[in-house]
């Protein structure tokens, strides 16, 4: 009788033993198990169904960048992807910081929006020693970084159309209105220029494109200042409202921004100096274009105190971006203009090509729809 209370004893603690090594295994990693920064503490390889990216940008303080990674974020959602965002703040070393804590973490699908040309060589190296698939965007890395791995794409838009668009609204605005646009009556447009920061490859083609523009409108022109203000918004105010106490507003008679965070810039000046209050066509009005369409200029061109701007589009390459990433996770490495799945795009091997888009006041509020 005492031997099989003993064995019944026994055989209800090892029932025991089984239960809560059950339990145990349900949990998964416990509360040992440390997540991703910024992730859902999921597995980052992604379960059944569920993708997931980490994404390195640029700077998260900057008004282009805050509005993309908004949309990128609502697009992500809407297609059921976990997307981590992370912030490179301007930083070449902490954004190749935050690349191994994402790799080390275990994701293994990237993406990246780099500080500048140069700064993907190393990242791609990363990328490829750990094999995982890497897609930039909005800024190109050199063609020698995208050809040494087989897994990296860009998707991006054709710098240049940026400053063909630009240029040409304000073109369209010296035709359209000599009369008060041409201060001075020479006939030749006393124009400034704003550029982001030197050797950036989209600073070059943009300002390359404004004077192709300018010679293709037949557009005589005098370039009167010519300087960088690094992106900055209030760099660019700095540096127009010093112009503006030089040259008089009568010595400037048009503004051409390679970004709109410096077009904001230079029309806060022009508004703080009492010019632009009376919108384009007026006698105290100085025509300001950008590239981009963030929502603060695009509001601002409703009120009439910026001309223009051109659509750097980020619904678009958003989309782009996750359908690839999507495509990619399924072991499709074969990038087609189907698998992008955006209108308009184009796809030249690694390459996704997203066009941009001219807006002037016949298509702001439509524009601006698109980025709230």
């Known amino acids: 009788m005492l031997k099989k209370r003993v064995l019944a004893i026994l055989l209800a603690c090892a029932m025991l033993l089984i239960t809560f090594a059950g339990c145990a295994s349900e949990g998964g990693q416990g509360s040992s198990g440390a997540a ?6 999921a597995d980052a390889s992604g379960g059944a169904g569920n993708i997931k990216v980490g994404v390195i940008w640029r700077r998260f303080d900057d008004a282009f960048q805050t509005g993309f990674r908004k949309i990128m974020e609502a697009e992500a959602k809407n297609m059921g992807i976990d997307i981590n965002m992370q912030d490179g703040e301007e930083d070449v070393a902490i954004a190749n910081n935050k690349l191994d804590t994402l790799l080390t973490s275990g994701y293994k699908l990237l993406g990246i929006i780099p500080k500048d040309r140069n700064a993907p060589n190393a990242m791609i190296e990363k990328c490829k020693r750990d094999d995982v698939p890497v897609v930039f965007v909005n800024t190109e890395p050199m063609p020698e970084a995208m050809e040494s791995y087989d897994k990296v794409w860009y998707v991006g838009a054709p710098a240049k159309d940026s400053g063909t668009m630009s240029c040409q609204v304000l073109c369209d605005y010296w035709k359209n209105n000599t009369s008060v646009a041409d201060k001075n009556g020479d006939g030749k447009l006393q124009l400034l220029v704003l550029e982001g920061e030197p050797g950036h490859a989209d600073v070059k083609l943009r300002c390359e494109a404004y004077w192709e523009t300018l010679k293709q409108n ?3 022109y005098e370039i009167v200042k010519d300087d960088t203000a690094m992106w900055m918004t209030d760099q660019a105010q ?73 659509e750097n589009p980020r619904l678009g390459q958003s989309q782009a971006f996750l359908n690839v990433i999507t495509a990619i996770s399924q072991g499709n490495y074969e990038i087609t203009e189907e698998v992008v799945n955006v209108e308009g795009a184009k796809v030249d091997g690694k390459y996704i090509w997203i066009p941009y888009v001219k807006v002037d006041e016949t298509n702001v509020d439509e524009v601006l729809a698109r980025q709230q």
């Open 36 to 41: 991703a920064p910024g992730s859902s503490g």
């Open 238 to 310: 700095n540096k127009m409202a010093a112009w503006l106490t030089e040259l008089g507003d009568k010595g400037i008679e048009g503004v051409l921004c390679n970004n709109d965070g410096m077009a904001v810039g230079a029309m806060n000046a022009c508004i703080q100096a009492g010019l632009n209050q009376n919108g384009p066509g007026s006698a105290d009005y100085i025509p300001i274009c950008g590239v981009d369409a963030t929502v603060e200029a695009l509001e601002a061109m409703k009120k009439g105190t910026l001309l223009g701007t051109c």
């Open 218 to 220: 037949d557009i005589e």
